[in-house]
């Protein structure tokens, strides 16, 4: 029996493997991946030798469903009868209750709102625990998770709203990365110039976040001189309307999850 299978060999389900296997967490033979296309299965095969990638579930302890949403239940399901006691589900929009009705009674799911930084090993994760997940199945899906990014739990009511603010969140700075590039192309620099220095700012000021603790606030005025550069830029985007804007883009983006989560009217 296999320590973990991983059902979907996407890039999110690779991505989880290659965390898993860098960390120490699981060599490639304690691993599994289920992937029904022969040229994925191929490629998954060639990037990581030992790792045994089949087309059908087989016997695991446990299973990561890593599909898209309206092939997870199923997916779970299988896992479920191949002897899995405990189901991590990553795919968007899936309740805990809707994998526990074709699951036997008792198995512990646990539902997560990963982002596509985790592609990377830097990504955000939120979890949140079914009806007979436990502090320890928690545990575990922390650790699955870990091997690409941060971990965070909560209750299965605020998925909604980590879709909306972290798993939607990538395409924000994407979109902030975007104007910022252009706007360096607007006052002179070569493109190529404007890219790597604006890449290089959201980079170094998230690391400055994260590393030193400090509140965004705190560290917005440490940059803002009185009648400086800086404030006379941070006007300019407040009049634009910028933070009402992020406001209002995680607002829809939650409550558009919780659209796609009810199913059709």
């Known amino acids: 029996m296999t320590r973990l299978q991983v ?9 989880l493997v290659a965390g898993l296997i860098e960390s120490g967490w699981a060599s490639a033979a304690d691993l599994t991946v289920v992937e029904v296309d022969p040229g994925r299965r191929a490629e998954l095969e060639s990037a990581h030798p030992g790792l045994d990638v089949v087309a059908e579930p087989v016997a695991a302890e446990a299973a990561v469903v890593a599909v898209k949403p309206d092939g997870a239940p199923a997916a779970a399901a299988a896992a479920g009868r191949a002897g899995a006691v405990r189901v991590l589900c990553i795919a968007a929009g899936v309740g805990t209750a809707d994998l526990e009705n074709d699951l036997p009674e008792g198995t512990a799911v646990v539902r997560a709102m990963p982002n596509t930084p985790a592609l990377v090993g830097v990504g955000a994760s939120a979890i949140a625990a079914g009806r007979h997940a436990g502090d320890a199945d928690l545990a575990w899906a922390e650790e699955v998770l870990g091997a690409v990014g941060k971990v965070v739990r ?22 902030l990365a975007e104007a910022m590039i252009d706007a360096g192309v607007l006052v002179g620099l070569p493109r190529a110039t404007s890219r790597e220095l604006a890449v290089q700012t959201l980079l170094g000021a998230a690391t400055l976040l994260d590393r030193t603790g400090e509140t965004p606030e705190a560290l917005r005025a440490q940059v803002t001189s009185p009648g400086g550069t800086t404030a006379a830029g941070l006007r300019a985007l407040e009049a634009a309307g910028v933070r009402a804007g992020v406001l209002d883009a995680v607002v829809a983006a939650t409550a558009r999850s919780r659209e796609l989560g009810a199913g059709p009217a």
């Not at 060999?9 to 991505?15: H, Q, S």
């Not at 603010?165 to 924000?172: D, E, M, N, R, T």
């Open 7 to 15: 059902i979907g060999g996407g890039r999110m389900g690779e991505a």
């Open 154 to 175: 909560v209750p299965e009511a605020h998925l909604d709203a980590v879709t909306g603010l972290s798993g939607s969140g990538p395409a924000y700075v994407f979109l």
